[in-house]
């Protein structure tokens, strides 16, 4: 505590305070200045671009979003095809006559008008009721034949849905019948034929009459050239998808 009377020290105390002249010393100002952080700015145009700013980029955002919905609603629409699509108007498929199961391998006039209501490797014999006369023969010629008759003059039918294909007299004078599909090829000789080349046949139609033509014989062997015998129908089948002959025999199941 200071030694000084106290109306001393109040004295001393009084001119710290104010000048020699008894002028006081000038008040000091304090400004609180605000802390600043990043790149804040007290300017008010400064204040007013940041608020556009923002607000544009909104804009942008919320264009875009609405782009973006719209783009997604066109490709969830379904197409539409054209009249001349594809898909609306398919281009039909056309076989060829090889590459048809219905249609005949070999190309002759009237073969597409053939009707295939029956199966091309059904075979029925060439007459409604008839004799065996002579079982399978024929090899040294490349048959393996039968010899049937139903008397002189009886109905032959085609025994398959087809096509004649070959109808000649050979150098023996047998007449020669050839008709075939797509699964076999029949041959029918010695009688006498309706039937032209080209001409469609079905199964069980009449294609001619029984006779003698050509190389037949007697029960004694002998040779029926202008003779009243040897009438019978030969009947060789020859399997196309196999490419042999078969046993007619088999075919007709006669035992």
């Not at 076989?95 to 029925?124: C, E, N, Y």
């Not at 849905?161 to 050839?178: A, R």
Request: charged share 10%; glycine share 8%.
């Amino acid at each position: 505590m200071s030694s000084y009377p106290v109306d001393d020290w109040l004295e001393t105390a009084a001119q710290d305070t104010y000048l020699s002249d008894d002028t006081p010393f000038e008040r000091m100002v304090y400004e609180a200045m605000p802390t600043v952080i990043g790149t804040y700015s007290t300017n008010p145009a400064q204040s007013m671009f940041v608020i556009l700013g923002a607000v544009g980029v909104l804009l942008l955002f919320l264009i875009w979003g609405a782009a973006s919905r719209g783009w997604e609603i066109a490709n969830n629409q379904p197409s539409v095809l054209s009249p001349q699509s594809s898909v609306l108007s398919p281009q039909p498929t056309v076989l060829s006559p090889q590459s048809s199961a219905h249609s005949p391998q070999f190309s002759t006039p009237g073969s597409q008008q053939l009707s295939t209501s029956i199966d091309a490797s059904s075979i029925v014999a060439p007459y409604a009721n008839y004799v065996l006369t002579q079982g399978p023969h024929g090899s040294s010629y490349g048959h393996m034949a039968i010899d049937l008759t139903a008397g002189n003059g009886a109905t032959i039918l085609s025994p398959i849905d087809g096509v004649v294909t070959g109808y000649h007299v050979d150098e023996y004078k047998n007449t020669v019948l050839v008709i075939e599909n797509e699964v076999y090829q029949i041959t029918l000789m010695h009688g006498n034929y309706a039937v032209a080349v080209g001409d469609d046949v079905r199964q069980g139609q009449s294609v001619g009459t029984e006779s003698n033509n050509g190389y037949t014989m007697d029960m004694n062997g002998n040779l029926c050239y202008e003779r009243d015998c040897g009438y019978h129908t030969h009947l060789n089948v020859f399997n196309k998808q196999l490419g042999e002959n078969v046993n007619p025999l088999d075919l007709l199941n006669i035992r």
